[in-house]
């Protein structure tokens, strides 16, 4: 059996729901005050797989995923949050690029109009730590 994605596993969730709930789900989606916000006509009267694209669209699937735990938990569906909660993204050693890192050689070459290689960069800005560092 393949894989559930996060996108299935947010449809799932919010399908599953009672209708009390999911529109609670969308009343605090609508209320978050951190960014980005969710316009109200973009979930207003609409069903859970609009719903599903908009948390998708707007906030990417992990981060769509996030949220939805977030909020499943502010209105006491802990159940649904903690199994959302369970679905992770593909990470790179399952998809077989932890192999062959070869690749990665030609980073830490400077350019010859830079003084430092881009792994320094990145190093630096946080990013590739974040990158080098997932779980597997």
Not at 18 to 42: G, I, M, T, W
Not at 89 to 111: A, E, T, V
Request: charged share 25%.
């Amino acid at each position: 059996m393949p894989r559930k994605t996060i996108k299935m596993a947010l449809s799932d969730t919010l399908e599953n729901l009672s209708q009390q709930n999911f529109a609670k789900f969308c009343h605090r989606l609508l209320d978050r005050r951190n960014e980005p916000r969710v316009r109200r006509n973009r979930v207003e009267g609409k069903s859970y797989l609009d719903v599903v694209d908009v948390l998708v669209s707007t906030f990417t699937e992990s981060g769509g995923r996030n949220v939805a735990v977030e909020i499943l938990r502010q209105i006491g569906c802990s159940e649904e949050a903690e199994e959302l909660g369970e679905v992770n993204d593909y990470p790179i050693s399952r998809l077989g690029l932890h192999r062959d890192l070869s690749w990665l050689n030609l980073l830490f070459q400077p350019h010859p109009l830079q003084t430092e290689p881009l792994p320094s960069r990145l190093l630096k800005s946080g990013w590739m730590v974040d990158f080098l560092f997932m779980n597997p």
